[in-house]
Every structure is written in C-alpha cells, then in structure tokens.
C-alpha cells in the first residue's frame, strides 16, 4: 500500500513537472493568458486593502467617542434618514448637571458615568505666545476611562481637583508644542478666556486623521466646574453630553439601556404615557453605519475585480484548449505506454492552477508596490488575510478555468490520439 502511494505521489510530481515545462516553452501565451488575473486579483485586493485602511484610518480618528460607550443626548443618531425629524428634537430639554449626578450615584450597570462640556476655536496664552485652534473641554473624573487617552508627561486629574473645581488643565501635543516649544509644560501657567491654568500633563500625540484633524493634540482639557466659570453649561448655555461606559458583562449595552431610560424618565418626571424627552446613542450604531459603507465598498470591488478575473478564466480555459489540442498525439504515446487517466488530468490542472496563481502572484505583487505610494494618514497595508484571499481566488479560477479542458485529455482514447496531426 505505502509503495502504490509513493508512486501515485511520484507521478503526481511528474505531472506537475510536464505542466511546468510547458508553460516554460510558451512564455509569450503564458504571460498573455495570465493578464486577466492579475488584474482582477489587482482590482479586488486593492479595494480590500483600501477598505481596511479606511477602517483603521476611521477607528482610529473616531477613537475619542470611546468602544462600549452610550451618550445621552437631545439628538438621536440617524444616519441617512432623509425624514429626520429635527425640529422635534430640538425642543427637548439639555441635560444638566444635576442629571449626570444623578446617574453618577445611581447606575449599578455602568463602569464610568462621565460629563463632557466643550468650546471650539478656544485661545490658550502662555507669556507671550498664543494658539487659537484650540477645542477646550470641561470633563469630569471619569472621562478617561471613557475615551482611553493616554498622558505622556505628568498625570491626570484628582478626585479633589474635579470637586473643587481647580484650575488644572490637561494640554494637547501640538499646543504644548506651540505654547512651550522645548520646554516641560507640566507646572506652567497658561490663561484661559483670562483665567490662569495650571498644565498638569500632556497629552499623548495622536498625529492627523483621516478627517484632516487630531482628535487630543489640540486640546485643553480642564474640570467641568472650571469649565462652568467660565461658561453656562446646560439650558441657554453649553449643551453638556452624558457618556456611560458599559460593563463588560452586559455586550450591547442592554442592561444599562433599561436601567439609564428607567433613571431619567424619573429624574425628568416623565409620566408613563409619554415618551423618552432623550436620545440613548451607542457607538455600535455608528460602527453599524461604517460596516454597512464598508461592505458596499467591498462589494464594489468584488464586482469590479471579478470581471477581470472572469476574461482571466475564459482567456485561461481557451489556452488550455489550444494546448490540449498541440499535445494530443503526446497525450496518446503517454497513454499507451500506460499512463492513467489522473496522469494525464493532473498534467493539464496543474498547468491551469500555475497560470492562476501566478498572476495571482504578480497582482498582489502589484498591490504591495502600491502600498509604498503615500496616501495622507491613510496607511494602505497588504495584510496576511487579503493574501490568502487573492491566492484562495487565483487557486479556485485556476481549477474552474482548467478542470473541463484537462477531462477533455485524461478521457481521449490512445488510439485515436496517437493518429492525430
């Protein structure tokens, strides 16, 4: 038995061999026949690379908004809906201090219960240098726990510091940068709408994103009872947003959906006939929206890339037609002299299944030339999954395009081909 299959292996590897070198001899139609490959294997992976890049570049940039995080908010999330009401939503009443509070000590289904305030195009002064592209936000404790920035110098705030409302501050690379230059920031002094600041720690820097912007690196991040000194926050003021981290017990955020609609419908007195006076959003519901974009996108390129590889297949099967066709009196001297019908199949499947993957190979090649191109902050990868998709697509053209044209030959009688001119 070991011997018979170290023989069939031996003839497989025969096969193989006869394949190869007859792709070797017609280097001209092989590299012809192979063209519609490569570029449809170029065409969908390049999509799918461009695709995960998008994703990275998008998650990235949106990192701020925080994963497994819910906002409260007047405004619910509604992408593409063109009969969204928002004259309905704009009469609903901000929330406020006294409600985040509130949930602060009386949610049992939330890790972190975090206040977010904010003012864009803010001027930070430190002596006599300004930057007035700054966003400043008033923040509670738990804010970092709801976004997961990261301090690179010095530290975040104290429990006592957000109580008492100190006026400590958290400073973006690019504004320290241009505020101090070489200088350690932590323990200066910068002014704030005329208010002194101490700058306890910077921010970890983040770079540009793909919406042009850095979501840290221009921020001024300080306690929201500082923040309130300054500006009103809640009705006729700053709208402040409530966000609440989900634990990780509760996937989907369910639990604590129930337990916050529960809360506030008692804080904001809402009788049992009425509805939610609030907008529950969670950041599944954006990561929704993109899947749903990216889906199209991939898609997309899966119907362009697959016309290329469709001519590719037929312009494959044709090849091996004519090659059938130029070695049929081969196919018969092989037969008679006791060749077996998985023989000569191999020879011609085999012959197909090289000419696929590599053009296979030269679009992925292709694809990996074009990630050195310099795309902004979008970094285009030749990932280890998209490579394997591009050969698992070139292996399955190659056996379709090959398998009725190698039948063709393994079933010609000996005979027969052996008259043949």
């Excluded at 025969?14 to 590299?31: G, V």
């Excluded at 700054?134 to 957000?162: M, W």
């Excluded at 018969?332 to 696929?356: P, R, V």
């Amino acid at each position: 038995m070991f011997i018979r299959f170290l023989r069939f292996l031996r003839q497989v590897w025969e096969s193989f061999r006869f394949a190869w070198q007859a792709l070797r001899s017609n280097l001209l139609r092989t590299t012809l026949s192979l063209l519609g490959v490569t570029i449809g294997i170029f065409a969908i992976i390049t999509v799918f690379s461009i695709v995960d890049a998008l994703n990275r570049s998008v998650r990235s940039a949106m990192s701020f908004i925080g994963e497994d995080v819910m906002y409260i908010q007047k405004f619910p999330w509604r992408f593409g809906d063109p009969t969204y009401p928002w004259w309905k939503y704009m009469a609903r009443p901000t929330n406020t201090i006294n409600e985040f509070k509130f949930l602060e000590k009386n949610l049992d289904n939330a890790e972190a219960v975090a206040l977010i305030t904010g003012k864009s195009q803010i001027t930070v002064k430190y002596q006599s240098y300004s930057y007035t592209d700054t966003f400043l936000n008033g923040v509670s404790l738990d804010y970092i726990k709801i976004t997961g920035f990261e301090v690179a110098n010095g530290r975040y705030f104290t429990t006592a510091e957000i109580d008492n409302a100190r006026e400590v501050c958290l400073v973006g690379d690019e504004v320290a940068n241009n505020l101090f230059y070489n200088t350690d920031p932590v323990g200066k002094i910068i002014k704030v709408k005329g208010r002194p600041f101490a700058v306890i720690g910077v921010l970890k820097k983040e770079g540009s994103n793909i919406f042009g912007e850095s979501s840290n690196d221009k921020r001024v991040i300080i306690p929201y009872g500082a923040f309130g000194k300054m500006y009103r926050i809640g009705f006729k003021g700053v709208d402040p947003l409530i966000a609440l981290k989900g634990k990780k017990s509760d996937p989907g955020l369910f639990e604590l959906e129930g337990e916050v609609t529960g809360l506030m419908r008692t804080k904001r007195s809402l009788k049992p006939f009425q509805e939610d006076n609030f907008a529950l959003n969670r950041t599944e519901l954006f990561t929704e929206f993109l899947n749903a974009i990216y889906f199209s996108l991939w898609i997309g390129g899966m119907i362009i890339g697959g016309f290329s590889i469709l001519v590719g297949a037929f312009g494959i099967a044709n090849i091996m037609f004519v090659s059938v066709k130029e070695r049929t009196n081969l196919i018969g001297i092989q037969k008679s002299l006791g060749a077996k019908n998985y023989f000569i199949l191999f020879q011609f499947l085999f012959e197909a299944l090289l000419l696929s993957l590599v053009g296979g190979l030269f679009g992925l090649f292709l694809v990996y030339l074009i990630s050195f191109i310099p795309l902004g902050s979008l970094e285009l990868i030749l990932s280890t999954e998209n490579t394997i998709i591009g050969l698992g697509i070139s292996s399955v053209v190659g056996m379709l395009a090959g398998v009725i044209p190698a039948y063709s030959a393994a079933i010609m009688d000996p005979v027969e081909a052996i008259r043949s001119k």
